[in-house]
Antibody, heavy 117, light 110 residues
Framework: EVQLVESGGGLVQPGGSLRLSCAASGFTFSSYWMHWVRQAPGKGLVWVSRINSDGISTSHADSVKGRFTISRDNAKNTLYLQMNSLRAEDTAVYYC??????????WGQGTMVTVSS | QSALTQPRSVSGSPGQSVTISCTGTSSDVGGYNYVSWYQQHPGKAPKLMIYDVSKRPSGVPDRFSGSKSGNTASLTISGLQAEDEADYYCCSYAGSYSLVFGGGTKLTVL
């Protein structure tokens, strides 16, 4: 069974940093593109970042460019999102998702990030 | 990267059909055949219902169908059931390996 389990969320002060992890199982992790998508409380889905299967190619939404970095460790079947210079507007549930082509297909249950003083 | 435009809400009675629209531009919806649709129940993770405009993943009922004309994509749900009540989001490839989502549509089954 395909499983994606996010972790690393929590409460952080504005300007702080956090690293999210997404542990993958039940499929050949190194064969798939991966995505991070976030959802602010009561709001819609927003694409954040994407990484290709070998980790060489990445892309980020303009709203996080220069502050967030997506990466992966295929030996550990784990996806990461390093988030720096966090702002109140980054408060959201962060989901990791496996890609089918460019499309997020299977999603994890999400981890909550709250940026507040 | 402006969000795609969806109606805030739609409704229908059990057994009826409803269509949710998703309007973008020639830089996203109109430029690529990579439109997907997600269903999200309260407190749950999104579930992929349609990808590549009209393809259904394994396990998704054929009551769900997708189409596209110009810069507007559509999700049609026929034979509406109570469990279809949820939020629905469209998503499109927007070039340069980026994606853009719609604002979401709340479907109410009357």
């Amino acid at each position: 069974e395909v499983q994606l389990v996010e972790s690393g969320g929590g409460l952080v002060q504005p300007g702080g940093s956090l690293r999210l992890s997404c542990a993958a199982s039940g499929f050949t992790f190194s064969s798939y593109w991966m995505h991070w998508v976030r959802q602010a409380p009561g709001k819609g889905l927003v694409w954040v970042s994407r990484i290709n299967s070998d980790g060489i190619s990445t892309s980020h939404a303009d709203s996080v460019k220069g502050r967030f970095t997506i990466s992966r460790d295929n030996a550990k079947n784990t996806l990461y999102l390093q988030m720096n210079s966090l702002r109140a507007e980054d408060t959201a549930v962060y989901y990791c998702a496996r890609g089918v082509g460019a499309t997020p297909s299977v999603w994890g249950q999400g981890t909550m990030v709250t940026v507040s003083s | 990267q402006s969000a795609l435009t969806q109606p805030r809400s739609v409704s229908g009675s059990p057994g009826q059909s409803v269509t949710i629209s998703c309007t973008g531009t020639s830089s996203d919806v109109g430029g690529y055949n990579y439109v997907s649709w997600y269903q999200q129940h309260p407190g749950k993770a999104p579930k992929l219902m349609i990808y590549d405009v009209s393809k259904r993943p394994s396990g998704v009922p054929d009551r769900f169908s997708g189409s596209k004309s110009g810069n507007t994509a559509s999700l049609t749900i026929s034979g509406l059931q109570a469990e279809d009540e949820a939020d629905y989001y469209c998503c499109s490839y927007a070039g340069s390996y980026s994606l853009v989502f719609g604002g979401g549509t709340k479907l109410t089954v009357l």
